[in-house]
């Protein structure tokens, strides 16, 4: 999967076994193309989960409002490319 864009980043992890865990959580509650992304942040790994893809970050504030009314910390970021 490649996607484009921008997503909503829901978390950033160090370890691949916990973002799995969370990218799980997402897709048992029906979020549609949930990923996670390997980047680095200060010269450590991360996986950073991601959830759908959108033309801009307008276009994810729908989401990003659903999200953050379950309680979580989401923002808008670009895919990699």
């Not at 390997?38 to 504030?61: C, L, P, Q």
Request: glycine share 12%; charged share 25%.
């Amino acid at each position: 999967v490649k996607p484009t864009g921008f997503g909503v980043q829901v978390g950033s992890y160090n370890q691949l076994d916990v973002a799995i865990e969370k990218a799980k959580k997402y897709e048992s509650m029906q979020f549609k193309q949930v990923v996670i992304q390997t980047g680095w942040t200060k010269g450590e790994k991360v996986y950073r989960v991601m959830i759908g893809e959108f033309a801009n970050k307008e276009a994810a504030n729908d989401l990003i409002g659903l999200l953050k009314g379950m309680g979580e910390q989401p923002f808008a970021r670009e895919h990699y490319k």
